[in-house]
């Protein structure tokens, strides 16, 4: 553990606060969570590359790994629940607050798109269950088996033991978020999961609930969060952020004082968990920071050839 962190849990209030040198962005640039950004990165990016909306671009950047079998924590291939049924969640929010979600949603590869479609659509933010998949039915998404091979017999493998005790950056790297800025200088952004693998049935985390595990507001920036949902849902994690860089601080100094305050809630449970969060200032300045080593994230702008950076940490 770092001199800072002891102090911190030793109840230090003295939090020295350097600045993070600013990381910006000339133009459109997006981002996105963890090394399944890096082609989810290039989707979005052939839409701002064109002058695209942000909204379209993030929209068409997380419908890569979620219809991706390869991926085991976002949509088709994601790893059940612990009576064996994938339940996928997800939320969008663009320029102008407008924000829609679906939670707890069966049988439908792209539940982003559900979630755009709630937004514009309907009066209402969220859609749950079977209200959600019916409304999915009715807008002409098909009805599809998301368990592939592969991820049920990791489930039947599991239920040997049936022991639930999450892993860093394993298990709980179990979303996809991602945020951009276009070229007309708006903001936009995405966020899907299968959630946590072999939850409870009916679990739901912070990926579908606008101001937790997604936030834009288009005067200030954007914000997105990973790892365990509950923890950012009892922070409003992704609209601290935010608020956070309203009030002055860059992107990864905002990300590290949520993360701060997760550890000063919970200084004994944050030690075995992950969370981490990535945001983008209306400049195009971004950062990001975690709790334990190990969270990634994947940048491509005009500038950054689409790579991944390691975000810090909290802990050493």
Not at 36 to 44: D, E, F, K, R, S
Not at 123 to 143: C, N, Q, S, T, Y
Request: proline share 4%.
């Amino acid at each position: 553990m770092s001199s800072f962190a002891a102090a911190f849990l030793a109840g230090g209030r003295s939090w020295a606060r350097a600045t993070s040198p600013l990381v910006t962005a000339d133009g459109p640039i997006v981002l996105s969570t963890w090394d399944h950004g890096i082609p989810a990165n290039v989707a979005a990016w052939d839409v701002l590359s064109r002058g695209g909306r942000a909204l379209d671009a993030v929209e068409a950047g997380v419908r890569v790994p979620e219809a991706d079998p390869k991926v085991q924590s976002v949509g088709y291939g994601g790893l059940p629940d612990r009576d064996g049924r994938v339940t996928l969640d997800a939320c969008i929010m663009d320029e102008r607050a407008g924000c829609g979600s679906v939670a707890f949603l069966e049988h439908i590869m792209h539940p982003i798109s559900v979630a755009r479609l709630v937004m514009e659509k309907t009066p209402h933010v969220m859609l749950v269950g079977e209200g959600a998949l019916k409304f999915a039915l009715d807008h002409g998404f098909k009805k599809e088996e998301l368990l592939t091979p592969e991820s049920k017999k990791a489930w039947e493998e599991w239920l040997k033991t049936s022991e639930y005790k999450p892993v860093v950056n394993w298990e709980n790297h179990d979303t996809i978020g991602m945020i951009a800025l276009d070229a007309k200088g708006d903001l936009s952004g995405a966020c899907t999961t299968s959630g946590m693998a072999y939850k409870l049935h009916g679990r739901v985390g912070d990926s579908p609930i606008i101001g937790a595990g997604l936030f834009v507001d288009n005067e200030v920036g954007a914000a997105t969060s990973t790892g365990v949902g509950e923890e950012v849902i009892r922070i409003c994690g992704s609209h601290l952020v935010v608020e956070l860089m309203r009030q002055g601080n860059a992107p990864e100094d905002a990300c590290r004082i949520a993360v701060e305050r997760i550890v000063k809630n919970q200084p004994e449970k944050s030690k075995n968990i992950q969370v981490g969060f990535l945001a983008l200032n209306k400049h195009g300045e971004y950062g990001a920071y975690c709790l334990q080593p190990g969270f990634n994230y994947a940048v491509k702008s005009g500038r950054v050839e689409n790579k991944l950076f390691d975000g810090k940490s909290f802990y050493k």
